[in-house]
């Protein structure tokens, strides 16, 4: 029961991990290219209105364990759902050039922070 409440988990946002694969071995996902529902969490409006496709992973551990089972339900499609918003957010404050070359690390970095903000302010027990 200690390493479920202990590892690390992840959330993707824009695409899915069918298989993760091996060494020699590719990973198999399900992406937006192939599946309206992923196109759906991928495709975002930038400042400049463009439209640009975001994939994100979200990687969390849990620590707070009665926060994480009792403040809310269905804790990775939440932290999906907030991780996409936040994602939106932000890609909108950039433009097309800025969301895909020049500010990705510091979007990275803003959609952390506003993402465990977010976490915090619902008590969802999350470290990320």
Known sequence: MIDKVTRVRSVEVGFRTVH???PGRPGKYREFKNDPDM????????GDENIVNAELV???RIGN???YLFNVEEQDNTVRI???AVLRQIVADYGIDDALIRTRV??????RAKLVALAQH???GLVM
């Open 106 to 111: 510091e979007m990275e970095v803003e959609t």
């Open 58 to 60: 979200i990687m969390y």
């Open 39 to 46: 196109l759906a969490e991928a495709k975002m409006l930038t």
């Open 122 to 124: 619902y008590g969802q």
């Open 65 to 67: 364990l009665r926060d």
């Open 20 to 22: 993760p694969g091996s």
């Open 82 to 84: 907030l991780a996409e």
